[in-house]
């Protein structure tokens, strides 16, 4: 099946810092991945959907200068944390669309503790 | 716009019993997918089942099984024979076909837990 790998798994970093993450999809290419956080024994929450070669789409209230996304390959997707503060600290999930565009396919996700 | 929603915060089951989660979905389109994903504690998303809404079977997958009701938007989970592996959060979640942007509509969740 579909494999998304995410690194790193757990990152801890101080107050204004940022931080890259990275998302890779491994037997296939995706040409659209997604961003999401998720906060403790909640609902994911859609952050930016990543086009492979153009801009990301950012949803509403998602600040595009706090959380920077580059698609720069059919395989991977990045978002980078900038200026983080404990605010930022949560769970990041990346998925990428499968090649029928039907589904997605999520990473393990990644734990980011900002102190 | 489309909205998904889970009403169950906390569903208990015994272990070997019959437990369905429902999940209820708004929308004006006429094709999409349906979804249920389990989340556990490691907080890997993993894929239950899927729906298409032009397929009135119900889709079906070893222990767990869907009711798909198209006309009343509803699509509930049933697990059977239920398994102290299958506590988790479980999400339901909406796509529209062909829309081009792919998004994914989650609901809130169900946390399920199953007793030994």
């Known amino acids: 099946g579909a494999v998304v790998s995410q690194h790193p798994s757990r990152v801890i970093c101080k107050s204004g810092t940022s931080v890259k993450i990275e998302c890779r999809s491994l037997?296939?290419?995706?040409?659209?991945m997604f961003w999401y956080r998720q906060f403790p024994k909640k609902s994911l929450m859609l952050m930016a959907t990543?086009?492979?070669?153009?801009?990301?789409?950012?949803e509403q209230g998602v600040e595009k200068d706090k959380f920077l996304i580059n698609h720069a390959s059919l395989t991977l997707s990045t978002l980078t944390v900038t200026s983080a503060h404990p605010e930022d600290s949560s769970f990041y999930i990346c998925?990428?669309?499968?090649?029928?565009?039907?589904?997605?396919?999520f990473g393990p996700g990644t734990r980011l503790t900002v102190l | 716009a489309q909205t998904v929603t889970q009403s169950q915060p906390e569903m208990s089951v015994q272990e070997a019993e019959t437990v369905t989660l429902s999940c209820t979905y708004d929308?004006?389109?006429?094709?999409?997918?349906l979804f249920w994903y389990k989340q556990p504690p490691s907080r890997q998303m993993i894929l239950v089942i899927r729906?298409?809404?032009?397929?009135?079977q119900n889709a079906t997958e070893n222990r767990f099984s869907v009711n798909f009701q198209k006309a009343a938007k509803s699509f509930s989970l049933k697990i059977s024979d239920s398994q102290l592996g299958d506590a988790a959060m479980y999400f339901c979640?909406?796509?529209?076909?062909?829309?081009?942007?792919?998004?994914?509509?989650f609901g809130t969740g169900t946390r399920l837990k199953v007793l030994a």
């Open positions: 998925s990428a669309l499968g090649l029928a565009s039907n589904e997605q396919f």
């Open positions: 037997d296939f290419q995706a040409t659209t």
């Open positions: 990543s086009n492979e070669g153009s801009k990301a789409t950012y």
């Open positions: 929308t004006s389109e006429s094709d999409y997918y």
């Open positions: 729906q298409e809404a032009y397929k009135q």
């Open positions: 979640a909406y796509m529209r076909s062909g829309s081009g942007t792919y998004k994914y509509i």
